[in-house]
């Protein structure tokens, strides 16, 4: 059996060991001062109507930013060398999600190419820097006490696809110029691979991931601990749904309703099916799943063991 292509795995875990190493034991408090982070809950941005708008702000340690921002660098890095090695042919064999194959290019001028994405890095970068260092954040994501927790977590990753689902209807069909202005790029890709996860326009970036990321921590009290494990999974996991190649986890994942390479695959290459991206569960709820084992176009998904 090619039990080999269950070994990258692995990349699940690497994806979120920044905040897994932290947590275990407290072990933050034994690398950075009580000064330098908040045990508790701190509103940072105090805005009173009292003849008019009053802004009182004080300067959050950038400890907690630093350290989301690490998770998720670290998180990419896991990500990029398991692409690398797979690629190499280290997991078992190599299944394009589409039978005409995966798109042909060399892998390091697409790495140069997905690096150098202002939409994926410096949009995102920037939101998170600004709305931690203003105070925007909700008073829980400063607190660095209760670990990670697991619940919230899920929860921000329903919520975050959720609202996405919504954001990605809505620039499809609300309105053609917004199309053409937003998402259209994006959609150049019909045989997407891991690279083009975040190639295409600051519109698309502002409507389908920092709209949901606002709404999302509005709703979700996390801590520091499950919001830098929430960044890392989502930021990781949509390059991993870009694949050109389908992972061992695929066939779990498509029984789970989780996402999958194929799964997008059917949205890049039919344009109206599949919204989602971490979840297939609005797209089943709302009558827009299509399932990429019955698209012709695609490799079935393999066996949970192969011979």
Known sequence: MEVNRYLGLWVWPAIISLPLLMTIGDFYKTIFPS??????????????????????????????????????????????????????GNFGTLIPVEKNGPPVYSLMEGLKTHLAQPEGFLMLGGYLTITWMF????????????????????????I?????????????????????????????FTNPKLFDAFNGSPGDTFLMILV???????????????????????????????????????TVFGLLGFGTAADHHVHHKLFVFNYGHLFMYWDVLFGTYKNPNHVALFNPDPPLLTK
């Open 35 to 88: 000064h330098t982070y908040d045990a508790e809950p701190k509103q940072y941005l105090h805005i009173r109507n009292s003849n008019g708008i009053v802004f009182e702000h004080e300067w959050p340690s950038p400890l907690g930013l630093s350290l989301g921002l690490l998770a998720v660098v670290i998180g990419q890095i896991f990500t990029l060398f398991y692409f690398f090695t797979w690629n190499a």
């Open 135 to 158: 105070g925007l954040m909700p008073s829980s994501y400063y607190s660095f006490s209760g670990g990670i927790n697991w619940f919230h977590v899920v929860a921000q990753l329903l």
């Open 160 to 188: 975050q696809d959720f609202v996405q689902y919504g954001m990605h209807l809505m620039e499809h069909n609300l309105d053609k110029r917004l199309y053409r202005m937003s998402h259209k790029p994006h959609h150049r």
């Open 212 to 250: 949901p990321l606002i709404i999302t921590a509005r709703i979700v009290p996390a801590n520091v601990w499950s919001y830098m494990t929430f960044g890392s999974l989502y930021a990781n996991w949509l390059c991993l749904i870009h694949s050109e190649y389908k992972h061992s986890w695929d």
